[in-house]
């Protein structure tokens, strides 16, 4: 039973399907949730995303149903109780590195896109104002990249930032040796103090959960850039709204929020509004918020659709 929250990759499971005959697929329009998970009774398998809710209970109504495996069609899990699901004999697969040049490619059109004010710069043009007044960025060459977390899509994004004439700073728990020749390793503190640009590329676990945080933000330069793509808790948001207020960043590039699942702008009400912290992000002309999308290319989706059919399979044949 496929969890088709947003109608997106639908298209790309089906034309992949054609290579998979043993395999048939149902779509249900809800998202995997404890409301949603009793829809599963019947099926051999559950394909869900990165936004559904596979929580304690989730987990434990799929059991009851008789499920065995879970099919994420993304490559973070952090919104999957693993350990209940290993109490239930549940097996968790997911596809660990699709494109990791799609989300970081991503990274960067949003770095770029808040240096050069891209937003603000389109929608003075379509209101016939071609000033240059608020525009200036500054130049990425010989400036310094940090990047924090060099697994397969920081890394990707080193590769990117080289090219772009940047020396390039890492900070990770483990080094990568293929950056070596041209990714210095630093201290957390110095890729803080030392860099022009920030780009975070770390998984969310407890030891990343806020990681950018008021201490943190004091470290950086003035005037730094500071895109996030890998998941919204890496940033507390409040502190970050606090840093903006501060004048310390020329640009914040969002992917993702902490609000993420909310839906915050369904009900666009004031009180919600008023509330939510990513709309008060987004009050601020110099950040730029898209919508959880690096991942979102036409090769990312099909590598996507074949391996996860290929990871039923898999299971399948034991
Ligand atoms: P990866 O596992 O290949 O790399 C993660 C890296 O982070 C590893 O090198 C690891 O050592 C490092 N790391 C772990 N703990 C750290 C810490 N405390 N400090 C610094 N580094 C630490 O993962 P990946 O494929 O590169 O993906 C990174 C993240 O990107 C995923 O966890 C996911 O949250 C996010 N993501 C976002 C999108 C999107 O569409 N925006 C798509 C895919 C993945």
């Known amino acids: 039973l496929f969890y088709d929250t947003k109608n997106y990759d639908r298209e790309s499971f089906e034309a992949c399907l054609q290579n998979f005959s043993d395999i048939t697929i149902e779509y249900t329009k809800s998202d995997l949730d404890p409301r949603t998970a009793a829809l599963a009774e019947g099926f051999d398998a559950v394909c869900a995303f990165v936004s559904s809710d596979v929580s304690t209970q989730t987990l434990e109504i799929l059991h009851e149903k008789g499920i065995r495996l879970l099919l994420m069609r993304c490559a973070g899990f952090n919104n999957v109780d693993l350990d209940t699901a290993g109490k239930y004999d549940i097996r968790v697969m997911r596809v ?3 494109s990791p040049e799609a989300v970081a490619e991503h990274a960067m059109a949003l770095a770029l896109a808040s240096n050069r004010r891209l937003y603000k710069s389109y929608n003075k043009v379509r209101e016939n104002d071609f000033s240059l007044s608020g ?5 990425f060459y010989r400036k310094t990249a940090g990047i924090i977390g060099t697994g397969k899509i920081g890394a990707a994004m080193c590769h990117i930032c080289r090219g772009f004439g ?3 700073i890492a900070y990770d728990v483990y080094e990568n ?4 020749e041209f990714v210095e390793y630093v201290s957390l503190d110095q890729l803080l103090s030392d860099s022009d640009v920030i780009s975070l590329h770390c998984p969310l676990m407890d030891s990343t959960y806020h990681i950018i945080n008021i201490d943190t933000i004091r470290k950086m330069k003035d005037g730094v850039i500071l895109v996030n793509t890998s998941r919204g808790a890496l940033v507390k948001t409040d502190d970050l709204i606090e840093g903006i207020r501060m004048h310390k960043f020329a640009g914040v590039g969002l992917d993702v929020y902490e ?14 509004l008023e509330h939510s912290t990513t709309a008060r992000l987004l009050s601020f002309p110099n950040v730029m918020i898209t919508s959880h999308q690096g991942f979102f290319t036409r090769e990312a989706l099909e590598a996507i659709a074949t391996t996860t059919l290929q990871n039923a399979v898999d299971f399948l044949a034991g």
Request: hydrophobic content about 35%.
């Open 96 to 98: 660990p590195g699709y």
């Open 135 to 139: 525009l200036m960025g500054f130049n």
């Open 177 to 180: 040796q293929a950056l070596k």
């Open 259 to 272: 609000e993420e699942t909310n839906n915050v702008f369904e009900d666009r009400s004031d009180e919600i």
């Open 166 to 168: 940047m020396k390039v």
